[in-house]
């Protein structure tokens, strides 16, 4: 018997997002365009922030959520290639 036959539904589920998430997500042009202006269009708003705000635990903070966002953005990109708002 095998190991998948052994699992609930959702130990089945959980499995296969771990399987989709942790593989390799080969980008097509427009995908990497649309992440290197994303990721572009934060930057700005991190430089932005630092002119704004005195240097702080709060402003390295947003700075650090900014580049979690990126990540995020990339991610999403990767994961889920035709689910935009726009598509």
């Known amino acids: ?3 998948r036959s052994n699992m609930t539904k959702r130990q089945a589920t959980i499995r296969e ?5 942790f593989s390799p997500h080969a980008l ?4 990497r ?9 934060i ?12 240097e702080s635990r709060e402003m390295h903070a947003a700075v650090n959520k900014l580049d979690e966002a990126v990540h ?3 991610q999403a ?9 726009g598509s």
């Open 1 to 3: 018997m095998s190991e």
């Open 17 to 21: 997002r771990i399987e989709r998430d």
């Open 28 to 31: 097509t042009a427009q995908q």
């Open 33 to 41: 365009r649309d992440s290197e202006y994303l990721q572009a269009l």
């Open 43 to 54: 930057g700005a708003v991190a430089l932005r922030i630092t002119d704004f705000c005195p």
């Open 72 to 74: 995020w953005v990339q």
């Open 77 to 85: 990109i990767a994961r889920h290639p035709h689910a935009g708002i």
